[in-house]
């Protein structure tokens, strides 16, 4: 599936972005990673803050021509302050993305790692409008402040619910040279970061973690990342994918009442 292909992975040094690059290059596939640490299973490493503009514009101009496909995988918890979070999972995201369109090779597929978190965005639809005006060179700390995210713990939450709307936005923007772009969107996943989403959720972590057998793996991630990457899934376009254990269903459900 990934055979001759090559990626370009965002957090590859831990997690789901880790698990990613290792299943990519099982496969045949030539990654390159990105994150602000060094990750052990790629064939090419850039060390960046991807919440610091110059890096992002660095880091485009370095990286090569004509790659297959980008994972946006890197990304911090809701228990960072609000401003490094909307920052690293939104703004850097796109910065990186916009910047390094042109110079994807035709066909590319670009996959964004959003959340089960990111589901409430019909919900939130102004402030995540007000989110999506956001770039480097907003006051990212006055909109928090202005907000109310550090407080209200919003910010990862309203991170992820703009991503997902880029993302829908976003299904026919590159059409013309045959790219595409999708989200993944997990469940709990059992990596570094799940204890933050219980400290910042607490209850409510605990009544999802009830009705799940168990929390989801990087394993569990990682193919999903992958299939979306390859060919394989060329008619599939701003589309969000969960792999959640049913978690969305399981909310639909008891929206609806069915
Ligand atoms: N773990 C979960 O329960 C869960 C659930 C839903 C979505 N996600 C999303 O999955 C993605 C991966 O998370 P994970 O669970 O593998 O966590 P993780 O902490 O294991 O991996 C995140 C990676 O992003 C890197 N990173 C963070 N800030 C960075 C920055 N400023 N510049 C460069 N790299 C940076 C980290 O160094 C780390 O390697 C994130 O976007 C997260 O929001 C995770």
């Not at 407080?151 to 299904?171: D, H, I």
Request: proline letters at 3%.
């Amino acid at each position: 599936m990934h055979n001759g292909k090559t990626y370009i992975v965002t957090g590859a040094a831990s997690g789901i972005g880790a698990e990613t690059c290792r299943v990519l290059r099982a496969d045949g596939a030539r990654v390159i990673g990105i994150d602000r640490h060094e990750a052990e299973d790629v064939d090419e490493m850039y060390l960046v803050d991807l919440s610091d503009k110059d890096a992002v514009v660095k880091l485009v101009a370095d990286l090569p021509n004509d790659t297959d496909g980008l994972a946006n995988i890197a990304g911090v918890p809701p228990t960072a302050p609000a401003d490094v979070v909307l920052r690293v999972n939104l703004v850097g995201l796109r910065a990186l993305t916009e910047g390094l369109v042109d110079k994807l090779a035709d066909g590319a597929s670009i996959v964004n790692l959003a959340s089960l978190a990111g589901n409430g965005w019909q919900t939130g639809l102004p402030q995540v409008k007000r989110a999506l005006a956001l770039d480097f060179d907003s006051d990212i700390s006055e909109f928090c402040e202005v907000e109310d995210l550090d407080s209200s713990g919003r910010s990862y939450f309203l991170g992820k619910e703009a991503l997902l709307v880029w993302t829908f936005q976003n299904r026919w923007t590159w059409r013309d040279r045959g790219i595409r772009i999708n989200a993944v969107s997990p469940g709990p996943v059992d990596t570094p970061i799940l204890g933050d989403f219980a400290a910042t959720l607490g209850k409510r972590f605990e009544e999802n973690m009830q009705k799940l057998e168990r929390a989801g793996t990087a394993e569990d991630i990682a193919p999903a990342v992958g299939f979306l990457l390859s060919d394989q899934s060329k008619w599939i376009r701003g589309t969000n994918l969960a792999v959640d254990g049913g978690m969305s269903a399981h909310f639909l459900s008891a929206q609806h009442g069915f």
